[in-house]
């Protein structure tokens, strides 16, 4: 697994890419990789601390759960966080100066959508946070794509038959985020409490 | 800079069965596989270029293509849907559709 597939800087803090493997190797083997990319003129160190600091200053689900709640209160923006995600986020103060694309895309009752990143474990950082040890093993990445009713089941989400499922595989530049269903009988919840209740796994779309 | 953005939304075609010796962003299991356009991303430089150090790497359109379970693995009834430069991708002849 080569450690270029991601080409972002944002190894540095969360190191682990896949397979099994000490932090300190991996530490060493970008501090080397890093020294070498300033060397040779890739990627300049301060490019590389400008999107450090911004993946640390406040990469959580809680961003992207505040999205979601959004779009759910808010029909207008839900229209504008549809057909340009990047342009929407940036209204609520995320993803700004990013070079990324962010598509949202929206489960119904007919079709359930889910993301991947089969090459490495690309995924929008700052609105989903740290990824979860499983969406960078191999057996997540290698099995969502070929059998993902199966895995979404053994997350505990067993969507009917007739729900197709739609899975996006992160292998270029744009990075997605799932926009859940607004749960039934939530209709008094205000804003805030409806973020409350989006969990990192339906962003992801390996829950509900 | 290629002659790109020639692929409009719902236009069949074929990724590219080549295994080449450096990086690429076309996984294996999509190599040689039927898919339909659904909307063009922006433009990028070509990662497998860019992946080499080479100076002016090509800069082409990424597009989202959709392809169906049963046209990548045999078999299932979903859909994945992945991010791929134009040099990946051939349109699908009149006569082939």
Redesign the interface.
């Known amino acids: 697994m ?1 450690y ?2 991601c ?1 972002k800087a944002t190894w540095k803090r969360f190191p682990k890419v896949s397979g099994d493997h000490s932090d300190a190797a991996v530490a060493r083997r970008v501090r080397r990789l890093e020294t070498l990319l300033e060397e ?1 003129g ?1 990627l300049s160190g301060a490019r590389l601390d400008e999107i450090i600091d911004a993946s640390r200053s406040g990469a959580s689900p809680a961003n992207g759960a505040r999205v979601v709640a959004r779009a759910w209160t808010d029909a207008a923006f839900k229209s504008r966080l549809l057909a340009d995600g990047t342009a929407a986020v940036r209204e609520l103060g995320y993803m700004d100066g990013s070079y990324q ?1 962010l ?1 949202v895309v929206e489960n119904t009752e007919a079709v359930h959508n889910v993301i991947v990143c ?2 490495c474990s690309c995924y929008p950082l700052r609105l989903l946070g740290p990824s979860p040890s499983w969406y960078k093993s191999e057996a997540y990445r290698s099995r969502v ?5 199966a895995v979404l089941a053994e997350f505990g989400l067993v969507l009917p038959d007739a729900t ?11 990075r997605y985020m799932v926009l859940p269903r607004r749960p039934s009988g939530t209709d008094s919840l205000q804003e805030e409490q409806l973020a409350e209740l989006v969990t990192r796994n339906a962003l992801i779309g390996t829950g509900a | 800079m290629t002659d790109t953005d020639r692929l409009a939304p719902g236009t069949p075609v074929r990724t590219f069965h080549h295994d080449p010796p450096h ?1 690429t ?3 294996r ?1 999509a190599r040689g596989k039927r898919g339909v356009v659904i909307e063009p ?2 433009r ?1 430089e070509l ?1 497998d270029d ?2 080499r ?1 080479l100076g002016n790497a090509r800069v082409e359109q ?1 597009y ?1 293509v ?1 392809f169906a ?1 049963r046209d ?2 045999g078999e ?10 134009e040099s990946y991708l051939e349109e699908v002849p009149e006569g082939e559709r």
């Not at chain 1, 794509?145 to 009713?149: A, D, F, M």
């Not at chain 2, 009834?77 to 992945?82: K, T």
């Open positions: 080569s270029w597939t080409g040779k890739v694309r598509r089969t090459l794509v070929r059998e993902p009713r197709e499922i739609t899975v996006w595989d992160s292998s270029a530049e744009t | 990086h962003r076309l996984p299991y991303e922006g990028a990662a860019s992946a150090g990424v989202a959709r379970a990548l693995w299932g009834d979903h859909h994945v849907v992945l991010d791929l430069w």
